[in-house]
């Protein structure tokens, strides 16, 4: 029975990790993307030997971007798995098993 359980629990903390792991790839996709942009226009501003208004604002535009893609990424919910170490609990509990979730 304790195999089963930790099976069962091994495979939640695996889904769990996975979803992490998958957003901290995009957020990385997403930072190197950014930089590159950044990047090619600080090139042509340092090119132009001038920075314009626009250049400018363009690069801000692109960090906000940036900043608003990042903190909806970060702010996606990982899978609820409590309801499943709750029902675990109440069958050890009705059983007369201790619980240790």
């Not at 901290?24 to 930089?35: P, T």
């Amino acid at each position: 029975m304790a195999a089963g359980m930790l099976f069962i629990l091994s495979r939640q903390v695996n889904r769990k990790l996975k979803h992490k792991a998958t957003k901290h790839e995009k957020i990385s996709v997403l930072s190197q993307d950014l930089l590159q942009k950044i990047s090619g226009l600080i090139s042509k501003s340092l090119n132009d030997d001038e920075i314009s208004d626009e250049g400018f604002s363009l690069i801000l535009s692109e960090l906000d971007t940036f900043q608003e893609t990042k903190a909806k990424l970060r702010t996606t919910q990982t899978p609820k798995d409590d309801s499943l170490l709750q029902k675990i609990a109440l069958k050890k509990s009705q059983s007369g098993v201790k619980s240790c979730v």
